[in-house]
């Protein structure tokens, strides 16, 4: 599926509203893996950004969930800092990452806006405009026919999810769990029409 010069980095966040830059990232999780196992991680909480809102709809949704809350805006540091470091990490896999998540569009929105505010640079990007992303979602429908709302997290057949954690909006458990469903899916073959 992917090159040898390439690692697969799972990834998840969480936020206090939609778009970054309007909003901000308030976690940071990524874990690096092969096909059949995790060999590294990163976890930071990262301070609001200067001037940033919080959305009132976020913010209701966090008011339900105040252990994760906790969870992810304790210990938080500079946006700068937490990113500088992350840039690091990925740059310390020797290999080029690719960005996995569940969903893609709004994960990655905000990590390559922060990497680009904070370093100049995007270690996923194989040039301006173009990444090395992996949607779990778009994988699990391609490669097992199935429809993309039957290929959401809440609706994975358990086949996808063994092994995988709750999903508890702490982002390293997310991330690692999301780890575990990309391993599960290269580990299966799907089915042909006539099996």
Do not use: C
């Not at 966090?62 to 252990?67: F, G, K, Q, R, S």
């Not at 310390?92 to 569940?102: D, I, M, Q």
């Not at 922060?114 to 490669?143: C, H």
Request: aromatic residues 12%; charged residues 25%.
């Amino acid at each position: 599926m992917i090159e040898d010069n390439e690692v697969y980095v799972a990834v998840d966040i969480e936020t206090d509203g939609p778009v970054p830059g309007l909003y901000s990232m308030i976690s940071l999780a990524a874990v690096a893996t092969t096909e059949s196992e995790e060999i590294s991680n990163f976890y930071r909480k990262l301070e609001p950004l200067e001037g940033a809102s919080q959305a009132p709809s976020a913010m209701a949704w966090w008011a339900t969930e105040p252990e994760a809350w906790q969870e992810a805006t304790s210990d938080a540091q500079p946006a700068n800092k937490v990113i500088a470091e992350f840039s690091k990490w990925l740059d310390s896999l020797g290999k080029k990452p690719v960005f996995v998540a569940h969903p893609i569009a709004f994960d990655y929105s905000y990590v390559s806006w922060y990497l680009w505010r904070f370093t100049n640079r995007n270690p996923f990007a194989v040039y301006e405009g173009a990444s090395r992303t992996l949607d779990i979602t778009s994988f699990i429908a391609g490669k097992f026919g199935l429809s993309l709302n039957k290929s959401k997290r809440k609706n994975f057949p358990e086949w996808i999810s063994k092994g995988m954690p709750e999903h508890s909006h702490n982002a390293l458990d997310d991330a690692r769990g999301y780890a575990i469903v990309l391993r599960n899916i290269l580990a299966t073959k799907p089915k042909k029409d006539d099996d």
